[in-house]
């Protein structure tokens, strides 16, 4: 068999393992087959969970965007919220400044 038995991506002539894979292998010969593969779970899930919630959380802001530059389009119900956060946002220039 040429190809990496653990990736099957590479070929392999000289040895069982690719470079890449055989890494790996050093890796779990150093810290257990358990950790090793406790720890690749956690980041790769938490990644791919960061990925998802920014994901949700872009989305959510892009339909709760409004006008708020333009104070004819805003309601009434919602003037008051809208001068509150002009003035937070001039006194944040105010104070980069």
Same mark, same amino acid.
């Given at each position: /068999?040429?190809?990496?038995?653990?990736?099957?991506?590479?070929? #392999? @002539? $000289?040895? !069982?393992? #690719?470079?890449? #894979?055989?890494?790996? !292998?050093?890796? /779990?010969?150093?810290?257990?087959?358990?950790?090793?593969?406790? @720890?690749? %779970? !956690?980041?790769? @899930?938490? %990644?791919?969970?960061?990925?998802? !919630? %920014?994901?949700?959380?872009?989305? $959510? #802001?892009?339909?709760?965007?409004?006008?708020?530059?333009?104070?004819?389009?805003?309601?009434?119900?919602?003037? *008051?919220?809208?001068?509150?956060?002009? *003035?937070?946002?001039?006194?944040? *220039?105010?104070? *980069?400044?």
């Amino acid at each position: /068999m040429l190809s990496c038995p653990l990736c099957r991506v590479e070929w #392999c @002539i $000289t040895s !069982k393992l #690719c470079d890449k #894979c055989n890494k790996v !292998k050093h890796l /779990m010969d150093i810290y257990g087959r358990d950790k090793v593969v406790e @720890i690749l %779970e !956690k980041v790769l @899930i938490v %990644e791919q969970f960061k990925e998802k !919630k %920014e994901e949700e959380i872009k989305e $959510t #802001c892009s339909n709760d965007l409004k006008d708020y530059d333009n104070p004819e389009k805003i309601p009434e119900s919602e003037a *008051k919220e809208y001068l509150t956060r002009r *003035k937070a946002d001039l006194n944040r *220039k105010k104070s *980069k400044k």
